[in-house]
């Protein structure tokens, strides 16, 4: 069973940037493509953006595609997102998920999932 932990949110002012990770436990996360989801107030969750295994490939949400950049560091087990020019509608509960097969989604059929990191934006 993977547990995974979110670190790296906060309150940053609009055209900062953060580095999230998300830390991965129990067994290596090598074989799962991993992905990044948010959840802003009164909203749905929604998907950020995804990672094959190896780190080859990768698919985003049009909306934060050229400012978010999804990593892995397979040896770390450890997964990232680099989110720079950060807007207020940027601000939201992001959550990394994870899924044992090699199929990129930008859907939450994602088998396993972290706790969340808040990430406020203000203007």
């Known amino acids: 069973q993977v547990q995974l932990v979110e670190s790296g949110g906060g309150l940053v002012q609009a055209g900062d940037s953060l580095r999230l990770s998300c830390a991965a436990s129990g067994r290596t996360i090598s074989n799962d493509v991993m992905g990044w989801f948010r959840q802003a107030p009164g909203k749905e969750r929604e998907f950020v953006a995804g990672?094959?295994?190896?780190?080859?490939?990768?698919n985003y949400a049009d909306s934060v595609k050229d400012r978010f950049t999804i990593a892995r560091d397979n040896a770390k087990n450890t997964v990232y997102l680099q989110m720079n020019s950060l807007k207020p509608e940027d601000t939201a509960v992001y959550y990394c998920?994870?899924?044992?097969?090699?199929?990129?989604?930008?859907?939450?059929?994602?088998?396993?999932w972290g706790q969340g990191t808040q990430v406020t934006v203000s203007s």
């Open positions: 990672i094959s295994r190896s780190g080859s490939r990768t």
């Open positions: 998920a994870g899924k044992l097969d090699s199929v990129l989604i930008s859907t939450r059929d994602y088998g396993y």
